[in-house]
Structure formats: structure tokens, C-alpha cells
């Protein structure tokens, strides 16, 4: 592949227009930002979504590093002097990494090798008489004997054959189109075996895997993960399982190509060079592949989980207690305001003495009545039925006007001892900040969930096991593309949530913050330009997705970017209006209605502007300060304690769908433990994935199948409940 071919690659790929892909390219190349393109440039990308976008950019930066690769191998082979024609159009001709390194192996420069030791002592000639395959009576050995030379240690006609056949070895198993042919063979047809390392008692982890083999090309992503783990820790044996003689045989047959004498020296050098040097080899390349696609699987679907997790709905306009559950040290209360300010807090012992009991009680009154809390926040971790309990008690018992949800708070302790929650709530003791928290991410999860390393946020399968380098660039990815989806309002934004935006670094968020802090709120989007470091690239890269619900011009409070606002006012005109009617409530039901009906073909083609943009200002004009999340379902609330007891198979529960993974679907149905949906009982119809049938945040009806007290486990099924 040559560098100007790689556009028409990727188009082929994607199934879209080249010129797209060269346009995106192009952008990115500036440095562009992917949300900003995928945004603010659908008319020079043909409306390529973001998910095409990144793609191209993954694909571009792939093929470039061929391309380089490529060169390097062309230029080392030419300086050997054995560069060929038919060489140079097969390493150019090549799209893939894996079949170029095949096609560089016979000219890498590599340690000693025993094929090497024998090129040394002249056996290099007798080895292609071998491979000539021309003659058809006659003793090996006593053509090998011409070839000893006791001076290179050639002593014998033996020592000379098994010579040439190291040689033939490692030239047979270095041809590209044999390895090709067994990693194929092997793929499609070898299990993977795996058996205990230690007695049973040291590895109750593992004993599913006490005595397991599965086909490869069929093994699960998690199943690879969980036999991965085994090994790492020396509790399990694996092996990859294939029938060698007919490997060996399938290579004889692509190497003798006629009878001759030297058919049993031939398929002899096969079976030592296919033990010794390709069998290993490709058993490490396809551990290795397996490996890797198990986890870009796993790290996929930690992606997707988090997308949602940071998605959900908002529960705004609530004064919100939360509550992080503890026995011994007791339950750290917090109060906040809509805004996300610390009102009161406190630490209440609900599981110890009647008394303490009794002044949780108090407090916890109190405090609902001197700032009107309409939403308990509980987090889940431990004693979290304890409190639930008792939050659902206290809401029947003094008939309150407040509902509770029970939270998942992986991560918030991370969060409480991070420096960030330092300089957030300087103020308070690390074990109240994670009650902060707590009723924070019900409030707006997106922007309290920035703060904490995804990776502790807790919906995702072997998240430890998996490259933490490509992990942790997949989740920076799909917090960037949540928050940009979302915005961000410009004067209440933490410096979190800011670093997020296209075009805005972690250094620039803090001036950001800085400049709002010794200045005032900011009245316009104009202003982010007096930012120190916020030059006016940046200033088009994230401009239009930040937000001023109270700035100076109505076009801030939407995704329109101030670049198009000229567009964005001659639309208004040619609707009947001007741009201070938007700020306007009489008029904007008007203005929405009209921006809904309007023909966007025909206002750009009046306008002369491309009808991707024209079709976008509309949208923003229909619903101006629109958040996208108020389309997803809001968390459940509840006012009623459920226990384990109470629930029976045959029960039709509400739940909260709270992780989703490879082999099934974690619910959340107000209990102490989540029910678990395994992938069988999902749907009757074919599915991929467990993802293409629900989502983290997806509130469902399920039916209870099974319950195991004794061992805390709950079988539910979608299936059984939709016949």
C-alpha cells in the first residue's frame, strides 16, 4: 500500500465516498477534534457520525504505520540485496501488519539460528539440491557425503544432512503463505485446553476450567479473560489442541511437489522446523490474538456500559440527601441544594442502640424539614439494606413527601480522596465527601461521574485483566463524546467537567474556572477568548458546546456554533422573527413550532448554505436549552423496602438494568443483591450481544425464574415474561 491509497481503503472499508474520508482525514490532520467534526462539519464529511470518524481516525493512524513499516522493510531487504521484484509488489501490495511481518521473517535479523550455523559450513547448496525435488533414485547420504568438510566440522554424510534440513526447516516455516495456512487452519480448528496447575483445594476459582477445552474460534471474550487470569496466577495449564501429524502433512503437501528421493528428508526437516519453530510461534500469535480480541471486547462493552451510566437522566430541581451506608463508623449524611452545595451534614448510627436509633431519626427529620429534601440518595455498599430500611420506614411512618433511590456508588470513595474532592469540599472529612457524592450523581450524573476514574466506576467485566493503556484511551473517548453530546453550562461547570469539552485541556478548564471566579459569570461565548491559553482555535473547537442558560444572546444557551449565528439570525428572519423574539416566552412556542415545520432543503438553498447546518439550527431553535438525556427513562425511585424473603419465582419485578456483560444482565430490583438476567433468558430472539437487547439505566419489567437465599442469588428472565 502506498500512502495516497489509504483513504480509498478505509472508504472501501466503511462503505462511504472516498472524498469523505480524504475531508476527514484532512480535518483531523488540522487538529480537529472528533466531536467538533462530527458537529460542526457534516457538509465537508458527507454527515459522517462520530463512531465513522473515529473509526477513520483509528484506521488512518493504522495504515500510516504501514506504510512507514513498509518502508523500513523495503529499505532492510534492499540493503541485504535480496529485494525482488515480485518481493517488492507483495510488501507493497500488503494491508495488513500480520502479513507483512510473514513476509519480512526470512530477512529479519534474528540470533543465531542452527539454519544459520549450517549456511556457515557450505550446506546451503546441498539443502537446495533437496528442495529441487529432482532426483529420482539414488541414497541421500551419499550426496550428503560430498559436502563434508572437516575443517567446518562436517564430519560425516549424517551431520551434512541434518544440516540442510535445519536449513530447510526454518526456510519451509518462514514462507508467508505456509504460516498463512496453518494460523487459518489452526484458528478455524484448534481448542484451547486448559487443566489445574495446583490440587483442587488451591484453585476453587478456577475450577470450572478444572478440565475444559472450547474451540477457539467459539471462545467467549470473558471465558479467554477468566482463563487468562487462571494462568496468570499459575493455577491453570493451557495448551492450544490440534492434530500435529495432519498440520505437518497439510505443509508436506504445499512443499513436495513431485517424487524424489529426498520426499522422507523433506517431510522429516517439515515435522522437526513445524515442532520446533512454527507450531510455538503461532501458539503464542493466536493466545496472543484471542487475548487481544477479548479484551478489545470487554473494554467495548465497559465502553457502551459507560456511555449510558453517564447518559441517564437528571433528576434536577431536587434537594437531595444523601446517605452512604457504614455499620461500625456509621452512615455519613449529606445534604444538597439543586445547585450541588453542601447544605448540612452529619454521621447517623442507625444499627447500633435504640437510642442512636432514635436521634438518626431526629436528624434526618430535622433536616428534611429545614430544607425541604424530596429525594433520598442511598448508596449500595455495605449496610445499604440497613439503611434502606430504615429511610423506607421513616417515609411511611411520618407520611413524607420524599422518595428514595438506592445508588450505585462505586468509585465515590475514590473520588473522596482525590485531590480534586480536596479542592471541591476542602471543608469536609474524607468519609463525608463520599455522601456528597452520593447525592450529587443522582442530581446530574454526567458531571459528578467525570470526576472519578472510569475505571472505578464499576459497570464492566475483567476491567484489571485488559490493556489499562487502550482501556483507559476508550473511556477518556466516551466521556469526551458523552460530554460533548450533553454540553456543559459555561458558569457552573467544575474544571472535571470542562477538560472534557472538544478543544479544552485540563490546563485551560482551570483558567476557564479561574477567569469565572475573578470576573463574574460569563455573559457571552465571546468571552472565553480573553481565557488565557484559549486562543481561537480552541475557541471554534469547543464553543459550541458550551452553554449560557442567562447569557446576553438566546443562540448561546444552544449547540448552534457562534460561527453560524449570522445563518442562525437570517433563519429567524425568514421564520418572521429576530433574535430577541428567542428570548422571548410568548414567542418561543411560535418559534418552535415554525423552526419544526420549516423546509430545511429550501431554506438553505435560499440561504445558500449547506442543509446539514441549516437542519441542525432548526433543531436548536425548536428546543432551545434542550438536554438530550430527557429523552432516556429517569432512575427509579421507591418508598418501600423490599426483602429477599418476598420475593418468589413467578413474580413480575421492576428493575434497574445496572451492568451488562458478556454473558448476561445485572438488574437492580430494590434488594440487596441485583438479579442476574443470564443471556438465555434475555430474548427468543437472536442477538449478539446481551447490549442489543438493554442498556445500563434501562428501567424493565422482569420475572423472577429463581431464589437462593442461602447464597444470595436471584434468576430473572425478559424471555419467559414476553411469551
Same mark, same amino acid.
Given at each position: 500500500m502506498v500512502s495516497t491509497d489509504i483513504a480509498l481503503h478505509i472508504a472501501r472499508e466503511l462503505g462511504v465516498r472516498p472524498n469523505q474520508v480524504e475531508a476527514?482525514?484532512?480535518?483531523?490532520?488540522d487538529s480537529n477534534t472528533v466531536p467538533?467534526?462530527?458537529?460542526?462539519?457534516?457538509?465537508?464529511?458527507?454527515?459522517?457520525?462520530?463512531?465513522?470518524?473515529?473509526?477513520?481516525?483509528?484506521?488512518?493512524t493504522y495504515l500510516r504505520n504501514l506504510v512507514k513499516r513498509q518502508g523500513e522493510i523495503l529499505s532492510s531487504i534492499t540493503d541485504q540485496g535480496k529485494l525482488t521484484p515480485e518481493l517488492e509488489a507483495a510488501i507493497t501490495a500488503?494491508?495488513?501488519?500480520?502479513? =507483512?511481518?510473514?513476509?519480512?521473517?526470512?530477512?529479519?535479523?534474528?540470533?543465531?539460528?542452527?539454519?544459520?550455523?549450517?549456511?556457515?559450513?557450505? =550446506?546451503?547448496?546441498?539443502?537446495?539440491?533437496?528442495?529441487?525435488?529432482?532426483?529420482?533414485?539414488?541414497?541421500? =547420504?551419499?550426496?550428503?557425503?560430498?559436502?563434508?568438510?572437516?575443517?567446518?566440522?562436517?564430519?560425516?554424510?549424517?551431520?551434512?544432512?541434518?544440516?540442510?534440513m535445519d536449513i530447510i526447516a526454518e526456510t519451509v516455516c518462514e514462507r508467508a503463505d505456509i504460516r498463512a495456512a496453518i494460523r487459518k487452519h489452526l484458528w478455524m480448528n484448534a481448542e484451547l485446553v486448559t487443566e489445574l496447575a495446583v490440587?483442587?483445594?488451591?484453585?476453587?476459582?478456577?475450577?470450572?476450567?478444572?478440565?475444559?477445552?472450547?474451540?477457539?474460534?467459539?471462545?467467549?471474550?470473558?471465558?479467554?479473560?477468566?482463563?487468562?487470569?487462571?494462568?496468570?496466577?499459575?493455577?491453570?495449564?493451557?495448551?492450544?489442541?490440534?492434530?500435529?501429524?495432519?498440520?505437518?502433512?497439510?505443509?508436506?503437501?504445499?512443499?513436495?511437489?513431485?517424487?524424489s528421493i529426498f520426499s522422507e528428508t523433506i517431510t522429516q526437516a517439515i515435522a522437526d522446523g513445524y515442532k520446533r519453530l512454527l507450531f510455538p510461534a503461532l501458539e503464542r500469535e493466536i493466545r496472543n490474538l484471542l487475548t487481544e480480541n477479548a479484551e478489545k471486547q470487554a473494554i467495548k462493552v465497559f465502553g457502551l456500559n459507560l456511555r449510558q451510566l453517564l447518559l441517564q437522566q437528571p433528576l434536577a430541581g431536587h434537594t437531595v440527601m444523601g446517605l452512604d451506608p457504614g455499620y461500625r463508623t456509621g452512615c455519613k449524611m449529606a445534604v444538597v441544594s439543586p445547585t450541588g452545595a453542601v447544605l448540612e451534614t452529619s454521621t447517623l448510627y442507625i444499627t447500633m442502640s435504640e437510642g442512636q436509633k432514635q436521634k438518626a431519626t431526629d436528624t434526618v427529620l430535622a433536616a428534611i424539614k429545614n430544607h425541604g429534601i424530596t429525594l433520598i440518595s442511598i448508596g449500595n455498599g455495605t449496610a445499604s439494606y440497613e439503611t434502606e430500611e430504615f429511610a423506607a420506614a421513616l417515609i411511611n411512618q411520618h407520611a413524607l413527601p420524599v422518595h428514595y433511590l438506592i445508588t450505585n456508588e462505586a468509585g465515590a470513595s475514590v473520588y473522596s480522596a482525590s485531590k480534586l474532592a480536596k479542592e471541591e469540599l476542602p471543608d469536609l472529612d474524607v468519609s463525608i465527601r463520599g455522601a456528597v457524592s452520593i447525592a450529587r450523581r443522582v442530581q446530574d450524573p454526567l458531571a459528578?461521574?467525570?470526576?472519578?476514574d472510569p475505571k472505578s466506576i464499576g459497570v464492566g467485566q475483567y476491567q484489571h485483566d485488559v490493556n489499562q493503556k487502550e482501556l483507559s484511551g476508550t473511556l477518556t473517548t466516551v466521556v469526551e463524546s458523552a460530554v460533548n453530546h450533553v454540553g456543559v453550562e459555561l458558569n457552573t461547570a467544575s474544571p472535571a467537567l470542562l477538560q472534557h469539552v472538544a478543544g479544552v485541556s485540563a490546563s485551560i478548564a482551570k483558567n476557564i474556572v479561574a477567569f469565572r471566579d475573578s470576573n463574574g459569570t460569563f455573559r457571552n461565548r465571546r468571552q472565553l477568548l480573553k481565557v488565557p491559553r484559549l486562543g481561537p482555535a480552541a475557541f471554534t473547537q469547543c464553543a459550541g458546546f458550551l452553554r449560557l442558560a442567562s447569557g446576553d444572546n438566546p443562540l448561546d444557551n444552544t449547540p448552534v456554533h457562534p460561527e453560524s449565528y449570522p445563518l442562525a439570525q437570517a433563519i429567524l428572519e425568514k421564520l418572521g422573527f429576530s433574535l430577541s423574539d428567542l428570548a422571548n416566552k410568548d414567542h418561543l412556542k411560535t418559534i418552535q413550532a415554525k423552526a419544526l415545520q420549516a423546509d430545511s432543503a429550501k431554506l438553505?438553498?435560499?440561504?445558500?448554505?449547506?442543509?446539514?447546518?441549516?437542519?441542525?439550527?432548526?433543531?436548536?431553535?425548536?428546543?432551545?436549552?434542550?438536554?438530550?438525556?430527557?429523552?432516556?427513562?429517569?432512575?427509579?425511585?421507591?418508598?418501600?423496602?423490599?426483602?429477599?424473603?418476598?420475593?418468589?419465582?413467578?413474580?413480575?419485578?421492576?428493575?434497574?438494568?445496572?451492568?451488562?456483560?458478556?454473558?448476561?444482565?445485572?438488574?437492580?430490583?430494590?434488594?440487596?443483591?441485583?438479579? =442476574?438476567?443470564?443471556?438465555?433468558?434475555?430474548?427468543?430472539?437472536?442477538?449478539r450481544h446481551p447490549l442489543d437487547i438493554v442498556s445500563v439505566g434501562d428501567i424493565i419489567d422482569v420475572l423472577v425464574i429463581s431464589v437462593d437465599e442461602e447464597r444470595g442469588r436471584i434468576g430473572l428472565s425478559l424471555k419467559q415474561l414476553s411469551k
Amino acid at each position: 500500500m502506498v500512502s495516497t491509497d489509504i483513504a480509498l481503503h478505509i472508504a472501501r472499508e466503511l462503505g462511504v465516498r472516498p472524498n469523505q474520508v480524504e475531508a476527514t482525514i484532512s480535518l483531523l490532520d488540522d487538529s480537529n477534534t472528533v466531536p467538533f467534526i462530527a458537529r460542526y462539519r457534516k457538509e465537508v464529511t458527507g454527515e459522517l457520525d462520530e463512531e465513522k470518524i473515529r473509526t477513520i481516525e483509528e484506521r488512518t493512524t493504522y495504515l500510516r504505520n504501514l506504510v512507514k513499516r513498509q518502508g523500513e522493510i523495503l529499505s532492510s531487504i534492499t540493503d541485504q540485496g535480496k529485494l525482488t521484484p515480485e518481493l517488492e509488489a507483495a510488501i507493497t501490495a500488503t494491508t495488513k501488519l500480520q502479513d =507483512l511481518e510473514d513476509l519480512y521473517l526470512p530477512y529479519r535479523p534474528k540470533k543465531r539460528t542452527r539454519a544459520m550455523i549450517a549456511r556457515e559450513k557450505g =550446506l546451503e547448496p546441498l539443502a537446495d539440491l533437496i528442495m529441487a525435488q529432482e532426483l529420482a533414485s539414488g541414497d541421500p =547420504l551419499e550426496l550428503a557425503a560430498q559436502y563434508i568438510n572437516e575443517e567446518k566440522e562436517v564430519i560425516t554424510a549424517e551431520v551434512a544432512l541434518a544440516g540442510a534440513m535445519d536449513i530447510i526447516a526454518e526456510t519451509v516455516c518462514e514462507r508467508a503463505d505456509i504460516r498463512a495456512a496453518i494460523r487459518k487452519h489452526l484458528w478455524m480448528n484448534a481448542e484451547l485446553v486448559t487443566e489445574l496447575a495446583v490440587p483442587e483445594s488451591e484453585a476453587k476459582e478456577v475450577l470450572t476450567y478444572k478440565e475444559y477445552r472450547e474451540p477457539v474460534k467459539r471462545m467467549p471474550s470473558h471465558r479467554i479473560l477468566a482463563v487468562n487470569r487462571g494462568e496468570d496466577k499459575e493455577l491453570l495449564k493451557v495448551t492450544l489442541a490440534t492434530h500435529h501429524d495432519d498440520n505437518i502433512s497439510r505443509i508436506a503437501g504445499m512443499v513436495i511437489v513431485r517424487p524424489s528421493i529426498f520426499s522422507e528428508t523433506i517431510t522429516q526437516a517439515i515435522a522437526d522446523g513445524y515442532k520446533r519453530l512454527l507450531f510455538p510461534a503461532l501458539e503464542r500469535e493466536i493466545r496472543n490474538l484471542l487475548t487481544e480480541n477479548a479484551e478489545k471486547q470487554a473494554i467495548k462493552v465497559f465502553g457502551l456500559n459507560l456511555r449510558q451510566l453517564l447518559l441517564q437522566q437528571p433528576l434536577a430541581g431536587h434537594t437531595v440527601m444523601g446517605l452512604d451506608p457504614g455499620y461500625r463508623t456509621g452512615c455519613k449524611m449529606a445534604v444538597v441544594s439543586p445547585t450541588g452545595a453542601v447544605l448540612e451534614t452529619s454521621t447517623l448510627y442507625i444499627t447500633m442502640s435504640e437510642g442512636q436509633k432514635q436521634k438518626a431519626t431526629d436528624t434526618v427529620l430535622a433536616a428534611i424539614k429545614n430544607h425541604g429534601i424530596t429525594l433520598i440518595s442511598i448508596g449500595n455498599g455495605t449496610a445499604s439494606y440497613e439503611t434502606e430500611e430504615f429511610a423506607a420506614a421513616l417515609i411511611n411512618q411520618h407520611a413524607l413527601p420524599v422518595h428514595y433511590l438506592i445508588t450505585n456508588e462505586a468509585g465515590a470513595s475514590v473520588y473522596s480522596a482525590s485531590k480534586l474532592a480536596k479542592e471541591e469540599l476542602p471543608d469536609l472529612d474524607v468519609s463525608i465527601r463520599g455522601a456528597v457524592s452520593i447525592a450529587r450523581r443522582v442530581q446530574d450524573p454526567l458531571a459528578e461521574l467525570v470526576k472519578i476514574d472510569p475505571k472505578s466506576i464499576g459497570v464492566g467485566q475483567y476491567q484489571h485483566d485488559v490493556n489499562q493503556k487502550e482501556l483507559s484511551g476508550t473511556l477518556t473517548t466516551v466521556v469526551e463524546s458523552a460530554v460533548n453530546h450533553v454540553g456543559v453550562e459555561l458558569n457552573t461547570a467544575s474544571p472535571a467537567l470542562l477538560q472534557h469539552v472538544a478543544g479544552v485541556s485540563a490546563s485551560i478548564a482551570k483558567n476557564i474556572v479561574a477567569f469565572r471566579d475573578s470576573n463574574g459569570t460569563f455573559r457571552n461565548r465571546r468571552q472565553l477568548l480573553k481565557v488565557p491559553r484559549l486562543g481561537p482555535a480552541a475557541f471554534t473547537q469547543c464553543a459550541g458546546f458550551l452553554r449560557l442558560a442567562s447569557g446576553d444572546n438566546p443562540l448561546d444557551n444552544t449547540p448552534v456554533h457562534p460561527e453560524s449565528y449570522p445563518l442562525a439570525q437570517a433563519i429567524l428572519e425568514k421564520l418572521g422573527f429576530s433574535l430577541s423574539d428567542l428570548a422571548n416566552k410568548d414567542h418561543l412556542k411560535t418559534i418552535q413550532a415554525k423552526a419544526l415545520q420549516a423546509d430545511s432543503a429550501k431554506l438553505a438553498a435560499d440561504l445558500a448554505a449547506g442543509e446539514p447546518t441549516v437542519r441542525d439550527i432548526l433543531g436548536a431553535l425548536a428546543k432551545p436549552g434542550r438536554d438530550p438525556r430527557e429523552d432516556l427513562p429517569a432512575p427509579m425511585t421507591r418508598k418501600n423496602v423490599v426483602k429477599l424473603s418476598d420475593i418468589k419465582p413467578g413474580t413480575v419485578v421492576k428493575g434497574t438494568v445496572h451492568n451488562v456483560i458478556d454473558f448476561g444482565v445485572f438488574v437492580d430490583i430494590g434488594i440487596k443483591v441485583n438479579g =442476574l438476567i443470564h443471556r438465555s433468558e434475555l430474548s427468543s430472539k437472536p442477538f449478539r450481544h446481551p447490549l442489543d437487547i438493554v442498556s445500563v439505566g434501562d428501567i424493565i419489567d422482569v420475572l423472577v425464574i429463581s431464589v437462593d437465599e442461602e447464597r444470595g442469588r436471584i434468576g430473572l428472565s425478559l424471555k419467559q415474561l414476553s411469551k
